[in-house]
């Protein structure tokens, strides 16, 4: 079961931002989550995590990957103890731009496990996330990758077979729908749709104030969830 609540917000400025822009984005973050009393995950560098953790009270630290070690041997490679240790909350997994093998991706979803960190884990298609429920992780990102950054949402019906096929494999597992959200509008209908989740990096980045958009997507996934009831 995860240990995040439903519905949450992911702000995700991948690379584009690091640290003084990544902290101040972040502080945007913490504040709408705590004015909203929504749960709000945000991603950094493996470099700003301790920054940010200290910095901030409301949201979850989310790094953008690790790899399956154990402390020892692994040079180069990212230890999860250390991330943990550092002030991560949970991780992100197998995304587009940094896809795992099926066995160092089942790794570290039983690692994180291991050192209570969440596992967001990224699937391409309805199929993949199907086969990543099995894994048990926490999250399911269900993506087409064709979509990430075009401002293009995956249609209704695309979203709710997702989140359906999702929840017959591994009903404990959330579902987050998230590539191409760019507008309030978007976090609101997919939230109605049924996702537990969704979030962005373009839209938020290119809006006319980061910040804004935040706190826009943060209300309107509170709103959704009321209206769902």
């Given at each position: 079961m995860?240990?995040?609540?439903?519905?949450?917000?992911?702000?995700?400025p991948k690379s584009y931002l690091y640290g003084k822009e990544s902290l101040a984005l972040a502080k945007a973050a913490d504040e709408a989550a705590r004015d909203t009393g929504l749960t709000v995950i945000?991603?950094?560098?493996?470099?700003?995590?301790?920054?940010?953790?200290?910095n901030t009270e409301n949201i979850i630290v989310c790094v953008q990957s690790m790899d399956?070690?154990?402390?020892?041997?692994?040079?180069?490679?990212?230890?999860p103890d250390s991330l943990k240790e550092a002030g991560a909350d949970a991780v992100f997994l197998?995304?587009?731009?940094?896809?795992?093998?099926?066995?160092?991706?089942?790794?570290?979803?039983?690692?994180?496990?291991?050192?209570?960190?969440?596992?967001?884990?990224?699937?391409?298609?309805?199929t993949e996330a199907r086969a990543v429920a099995?894994?048990?992780?926490?999250?399911?990102?269900?993506?087409?990758?064709?979509?990430?950054?075009?401002?293009?949402?995956?249609?209704?019906?695309?979203?709710?077979?997702?989140i359906h096929q999702v929840r017959r494999v591994n009903p404990d597992v959330l579902v987050v729908?998230?590539?191409?959200?760019?507008?309030?509008?978007?976090?609101?209908?997919?939230?109605r749709l049924g996702a537990d989740g969704t979030g962005g990096t373009?839209?938020?980045?290119?809006a006319p104030s980061p910040a804004g958009r935040i706190r826009?997507?943060?209300?309107?996934?509170?709103?959704?969830?009321?209206d769902s009831v």
């Open positions: 995860s240990k995040i609540d439903s519905p949450f917000l992911v702000v995700n945000f991603t950094c560098p493996y470099a700003d995590v301790r920054m940010i953790r200290e399956p070690l154990s402390p020892g041997r692994g040079m180069g490679h990212v230890l197998n995304h587009a731009e940094n896809p795992k093998t099926l066995s160092d991706l089942y790794a570290c979803i039983r690692r994180a496990a291991e050192l209570e960190m969440t596992s967001i884990v990224c699937a391409d298609s309805i099995c894994m048990n992780p926490d999250v399911v990102l269900a993506e087409p990758t064709d979509l990430i950054g075009t401002g293009q949402v995956a249609d209704d019906a695309y979203t709710i077979e997702a729908v998230a590539s191409g959200v760019s507008t309030a509008e978007d976090c609101y209908n997919m939230i373009s839209g938020i980045l290119n826009e997507m943060a209300e309107a996934i509170v709103r959704a969830k009321k």
